[in-house]
């Protein structure tokens, strides 16, 4: 089968390399990487839905808590956590899954036996709705900026999260490459108008695009702008939420990332690269865009290179008038079990995050979706200037996560292998059987 005759070659490399968008969720920012933003104004102090105030006293009451979250940002999850101790009198359980985290969340589903509060981590919607309690009621909820209400809000207005902060996925840019190549990002609208950018760059020397294929962002997170959005090339939504689509519209996408290799617009080792020599590359101002990536990466750039001059442009639309759209990942996004025997304390405690969160955010490098009360995080900025550029940009959840089956992601890697290694017409058409077995197996899985 497909499966096994590619699963040998390209297992190794795909374990290898770290996703750019996995990558991304780990992301940290200095004092110095948050540019120094204005402080918004300090919200009022909030009463949790059932009355109780943020800092009650809950003296003897244990919650149960778990997390996904690594390094810095888990730090500061941790302050935030201490703190809320510290003014309440409540004892926090801290669960730290790390790479367990989903196979122990489901299993935990299993026996109807959850944690107090749990990471949704880009799930609410799909995956942990039926286990958690609807939060739009609460104070905060009206806070929320448009790129969160665009990924955790469902159909009926209720919410199931709290999302303190987000990663959002564009079109990372290094500002002074374009310059040197004459190149305006705020133009770019469409897929051609980006290739006619590249030609650009690369004429001035520069390598235009920075993306390396084994982290399957450029073939999963875009496929949206061709396949799912307003005004798309094509219109296969229906077809690909219920389990029948054919993938032969694929071909189009495989098509255009053959411009990128026959342009010379790709790295030579694209298929072998780490994300880490990416970074330092953007760093020293050799490349001009990364597609389908997190805010993080420009912080990781911002890093080796505090002089750099980053900006994110949304993922361009496959033909004139379409929709250019950022992908949104929940990030650091907090539920309350509906079982939970302790639901005032659940909810005073994320009445503390929401007033509390710019820690949480900054460390993450991500996005903020509630109002700073210190600093913006530098990714926030960076969506800011996006939006002053392009204000009707659509936010929707990452599309591999919203419209495939459970488990498409590593399938990807796979098929961007491949297309690395080969973008023959045979390879193409390899690459879309593979594609669409595993899309028919996985989707037939998730019914059972």
């Known amino acids: 089968m497909l499966k096994r005759k590619w699963a040998t070659t390209t297992m190794a490399l795909c374990l290898a390399a770290n ?22 104004t300090p919200r009022q102090e909030q009463t949790g839905g059932d009355g109780q105030a943020a800092a009650s006293d ?7 808590i778990a997390t996904y979250l690594s390094g810095e940002t888990l730090d500061a999850y941790k302050k935030v956590i201490a703190d809320f101790e510290n003014e309440t009198g409540v004892k926090v359980t801290l669960d730290e899954y790390g790479e367990d985290y989903e ?6 589903m299993a026996s109807n036996d959850l944690p107090d509060i749990f990471e949704t981590h880009g799930w609410s919607l799909i995956r942990y709705k039926e286990y958690l ?22 159909t009926d207005g209720k919410l199931y999260t709290l999302m303190a902060a987000g990663s959002c996925l564009g079109t990372a840019v290094n500002m002074k490459v374009c310059e040197d190549a004459g190149v305006d990002p ?8 980006f290739n006619a950018a590249c030609d650009k760059i690369k004429a001035a020397g520069f390598t235009p695009i920075g993306n390396y294929f084994t982290s399957a962002g450029a073939l999963a997170n875009a496929n949206g702008s061709w396949l799912s959005y307003e005004g798309a090339q094509f219109d296969d939504n229906e077809a690909i939420l219920n389990g029948t689509w054919d993938w032969a519209d694929f071909k189009t996408i495989l098509d255009y990332l053959q411009t990128w290799f026959d342009n010379g617009y790709v790295y030579a080792d694209c298929g072998t690269v780490k994300q880490a020599d990416l970074i330092e590359r953007c760093a020293r101002n050799e490349c001009a865009f990364i597609v389908g990536i997190g805010t993080s990466f420009q912080t990781a750039v911002l890093a080796q290179n505090p002089d750099a001059k980053m900006a994110m442009i949304p993922i361009c639309a496959s033909k004139e008038g379409g929709t250019r759209f950022c992908g949104i990942g929940e990030g650091a996004a907090f539920g309350i079990w509906k079982d939970t025997k302790e639901m005032d304390v659940c909810k005073a405690f994320l009445n503390y995050v929401s007033q509390n969160a710019d820690g ?10 509630l109002p700073c009360q210190v600093t913006k995080s530098y990714g926030m900025q960076l969506m800011e200037e996006m939006e002053s550029h392009f204000p009707d940009v659509f936010y929707d959840n990452l599309w591999d996560r919203k419209y495939m089956p459970s488990g498409m992601w590593s399938v990807f890697q796979v098929a961007a292998g491949m297309f690395c290694e080969d973008q023959s017409e045979e390879s193409k058409a390899e690459i879309i059987a593979y594609l669409q077995e595993n899309y028919t197996d996985l989707y037939e899985a998730a019914q059972e």
């Open 133 to 154: 309690t609807d939060l739009s009621g609460e104070p905060w909820a009206k806070d929320l900026n448009k790129a969160a209400l665009g990924v955790i809000q469902d």
């Open 186 to 193: 705020w133009a770019i609208e469409t897929w051609e108008d």
């Open 19 to 40: 996703t750019v968008l996995l990558a991304a969720c780990g992301g940290s920012a200095s004092d110095q990487q948050t540019g120094g933003a204005a402080a918004d």
């Open 103 to 108: 196979s122990t969340m489901k299993t935990r």
């Open 360 to 369: 949480i955010s900054i460390a993450s490098g991500e996005i903020s979706t």
């Open 58 to 64: 809950f003296s003897g009451r244990t919650i149960e």
